[in-house]
């Protein structure tokens, strides 16, 4: 069945540093893949998203590229803020329109 | 703001007693689906409605747990005679039929 592997939180990164969080999945065909944000105590928000391969998905400085060969979505920022501090999850939609997502990574940054 | 609404946000029962969420989508997501999420852990799928008619349930569905979109518009979950492992996080989500889901802000549940 469909699968989504995240790394591991809490990713902890001061001000301004460089965010990576891993993502690789495992799908028959080829899924639509999805980065989700939860803020404390809130719902889930669509960060990004990209539907084929080698689609780059971007939104308020976050980028995520669909690597096919790898099976990896891995979300990227240049530059963090400690406003960005949340869980981030990543998601799968493989045609069957229900989303399987992975089980999150805590971000954490500090001023 | 997604445009979905969840109501109660929390809710505390004890066990044994029967609870009902409500979520209403917008208007155009002629899609609904029902996510529960427990604390570490990400959302994980219960049942979808397309319009009014429900046609996917998750094994995680027990013969406790009932949803009804009637007329295609808001959705209710009921959980009858809760248990302590019922205790999560229930998650709405709406779709306009272009794969992407819109998530309501949750109803958190406990269970005593």
């Known amino acids: 069945g469909d699968s989504v592997t995240q790394m591991e939180g809490p990713v902890t990164l001061s001000e301004e540093a460089f965010l990576t969080i891993n993502c690789t999945y495992t799908?028959?065909?080829?899924?639509?893949l999805f980065w989700y944000v939860q803020y404390p105590g809130e719902g889930l928000q669509l960060l990004l998203k990209?539907?084929?391969?080698?689609d780059k998905g971007s939104n308020k400085g976050f980028e995520a590229t669909y690597r096919k060969e790898t099976t990896s979505f891995h979300l990227e920022k240049g530059s963090v803020q400690v406003s960005d501090s949340a869980v981030y999850f990543c998601?799968?939609?493989?045609?069957?329109?229900?989303?399987?997502f992975g089980k999150g990574t805590m971000l954490l940054v500090s001023p | 703001d997604t445009g979905v609404s969840q109501n109660p946000r929390h809710k505390i029962t004890k066990r044994g007693q029967n609870v009902t969420f409500r979520c209403d989508p917008i208007s155009e997501h002629n899609r609904l689906y029902w996510y529960r999420q427990t604390l570490g852990q990400g959302p994980e799928f219960l049942t979808y409605f397309q319009n009014e008619a429900q046609l996917e349930k998750s094994r995680l569905l027990s013969d406790r747990f009932s949803a009804e979109r009637p007329k295609g518009s808001f959705s209710t979950l009921e959980i009858q005679r809760t248990e302590q492992g019922d205790s999560a996080m229930y998650l709405c989500?709406?779709?306009?039929?272009?794969?992407?889901?819109?998530f309501g802000p949750g109803t958190r549940l406990l269970v005593l």
């Open positions: 989500a709406g779709e306009a039929g272009q794969e992407t889901q819109y």
């Open positions: 990209a539907t084929k391969a080698d």
């Open positions: 998601a799968l939609n493989s045609g069957y329109s229900t989303l399987t």
């Open positions: 799908a028959t065909g080829y899924p639509s």
